[in-house]
Nanobody, 120 residues
Framework: QVQLVESGGGLVQAGGSLSLSCAASGTISRIDIMGWYRQVPGKQRELVATITSGGSTNYADSVKGRFTISRDNARNAVFLQMNSLKPEDTAVYYC??????????????WGQGTQVTVSS
């Protein structure tokens, strides 16, 4: 069984910073790409940033230069440092990972989501 657990998030004023963490646990043999997505009510979930096991990153244009994704492969964890936050960054943020297990299964797993609210 594989589980992704997020932490961080909360309420911050515009211009402020927040950091999110996500740790994967279970019978994990290898994690390929990991990422963060966000969703606001009534809209589709959208990509925020992704990072490969080798450290290559990809960002949505809306967060480039403000957000930084990183990961710790030894801890099966991914992080999102969010700076210069804007009200439009308000959303539920989800972590995501492509995971291979010791039982030779592969799947895309999601965290439970954490609320980020940026006040103007």
């Amino acid at each position: 069984q594989v589980q992704l657990v997020e932490s961080g998030g909360g309420l911050v004023q515009a211009g402020g910073s927040l950091s999110l963490s996500c740790a994967a646990s279970g019978t994990i043999s290898r994690i390929d790409i990991m990422g963060w997505y966000r969703q606001v009510p009534g809209k589709q979930r959208e990509l925020v940033a992704t990072i490969t096991s080798g450290g290559s990153t990809n960002y949505a244009d809306s967060v480039k230069g403000r957000f930084t994704i990183s990961r710790d492969n030894a801890r099966n964890a991914v992080f999102l440092q969010m700076n210069s936050l804007k009200p439009e960054d308000t959303a539920v943020y989800y972590c995501n990972a492509a995971i291979h297990t010791w039982s030779r299964t592969f799947g895309i797993y999601w965290g439970q989501g954490t609320q980020v609210t940026v006040s103007s």
